[in-house]
Each structure stands twice: as C-alpha cells, then as structure tokens.
T-cell receptor, first 109, second 114 residues
Framework: GQQLNQSPQSMFIQEGEDVSMNCTSSSIFNTWLWYKQDPGEGPVLLIALYKAGELTSNGRLTAQFGITRKDSFLNISASIPSDVGIYFCAGQNTDKLIFGTGTRLQVFP | GAGVSQSPRYKVTKRGQDVALRCDPISGHVSLYWYRQALGQGPEFLTYFNYEAQQDKSGLPNDRFSAERPEGSISTLTIQRTEQRDSAMYRC????????????FGPGTRLTVT
C-alpha cells in the first residue's frame, strides 16, 4: 500500500541536541499528524495540523504543515533519552490516514 | 476504559485456521479503524467504521478478511483460512467524531501463522 516518504530513516543524536525530520508526499493532504511509537506499543498522537502553513507546538515538539500541502516537518528541541522511538507522519485527504515510513530516533546520554 | 484495548495481545495459529481479533475503542468514540503494521513500517489501512456502518474496506487484502461492528462499539476483524503471509501486528484505532482524524491506537494483536 501507499506510504509517505520520511527522512531521515534514522538518527543518532546526543542528549540536548535538536532534531528535525520531514515527511513528503506526491499527493495533497488536508490534515497532517505526527505519531511516536515506542517498542511494543501502539503509535501515540503527538501533534495534529489542519491548515497549510500552520505551525503548532506541543512542549518541546514543533510541527509545520507545508505550504504546498505535500509535506510536513517535525522538530524536537533539547532532546532527552525518552524521545527515543519511531516517529511516523500521517496524512489525510479522503477518509483515511496514510502513514509514513518512519524515522527511528536514538538519543545518547 | 481509558484507552483502546485489543485482544488477544498475541495469537499463534496454524495455517488454515480462522482467527478473530477484537477491538474495544475508547468509550464514546464513533469511528473505528483497523490497520496492519509490518515490523519497522507505518500502519497500513485495512477498513473503518462510523458507528456500526463499514465505510471503506478497500484496504482489506482479499476476501478472507472481514470486519464487523454490529452495535457501533466493539469490532471484530476476522481472518478465514489463515496463511503465513497474514502474520503481522494488527492495530485498531478510534476517533471521537466522524470528521476527526485524530486517531488513538490500541496496543495491537501480534498474529503469527505457523
């Protein structure tokens, strides 16, 4: 099935560093969402974006709905060990979500 | 309950057997979604319901897969005559309204077909 392209595929960073990841699509989406998945758990919703150009924050997380409606970005500031996990974007244009391929984040102390 | 629950959490079955996976959405959530997730990949849509009505089943791989939500709450995903390629994590998610795409996921059922 269709999956959105996320980059980078994986990241290895030091605690305290900022992180940026993005998600791109060939299709236009009306809604973008970002999820985090810990090992053995289901994805947990972090941020939802509803309007092109929108910038939304949730604590140390900031996400943007790209102006073309074909991409979205997630930034994590001052990373901490519990930020470790897989981050998935998801886009909606009809009645369902299409998920990205995921960005695996590792944080070293 | 507070979140989406799924049962069983793990299911091992022999090829050819039928399996039924259950999802109990967040109380009051009207929309319920089924996904399949391969290791290291994002969830892949299977089907979804608004209340008891199945709205879209375009993601079901073939006619061995079916789902129901007869009373608009608990849902069952049934796989008949299981095959080894059906082995995967099956996830359920719910959202509060038909127009909300903020979906909340359950812990999943890990299905292994031997």
């Amino acid at each position: 099935g269709q999956q959105l392209n996320q980059s980078p595929q994986s990241m290895f960073i030091q605690e305290g560093e900022d992180v940026s990841m993005n998600c791109t699509s060939s299709s236009i989406f009306n809604t973008w969402l970002w999820y985090k998945q810990d090992p053995g758990e289901g994805p947990v919703l972090l941020i939802a974006l509803y309007k092109a150009g929108e910038l939304t924050s949730n604590g140390r997380l900031t996400a943007q709905f790209g102006i073309t409606r074909k991409d979205s970005f997630l930034n994590i500031s001052a990373s901490i060990p519990s930020d470790v996990g897989i981050y998935f974007c998801a886009g909606q244009n009809t009645d369902k979500l299409i998920f990205g391929t995921g960005t695996r984040l590792q944080v070293f102390p | 309950g507070a979140g989406v629950s799924q049962s069983p959490r793990y299911k091992v079955t022999k090829r050819g057997q039928d399996v039924a996976l259950r999802c109990d959405p967040i109380s009051g959530h009207v929309s319920l979604y089924w996904y399949r997730q391969a290791l290291g990949q994002g969830p892949e849509f299977l089907t979804y319901f608004n209340y008891e009505a199945q709205q879209d089943k375009s993601g079901l791989p073939n006619d061995r897969f079916s789902a129901e939500r007869p009373e608009g709450s608990i849902s069952t995903l049934t796989i008949q005559r299981t095959e080894q390629r059906d082995s995967a994590m099956y996830r359920c998610a719910s959202s509060s309204t038909v127009t909300s795409y903020e979906q909340y996921f359950g812990p999943g059922t890990r299905l292994t077909v031997t």
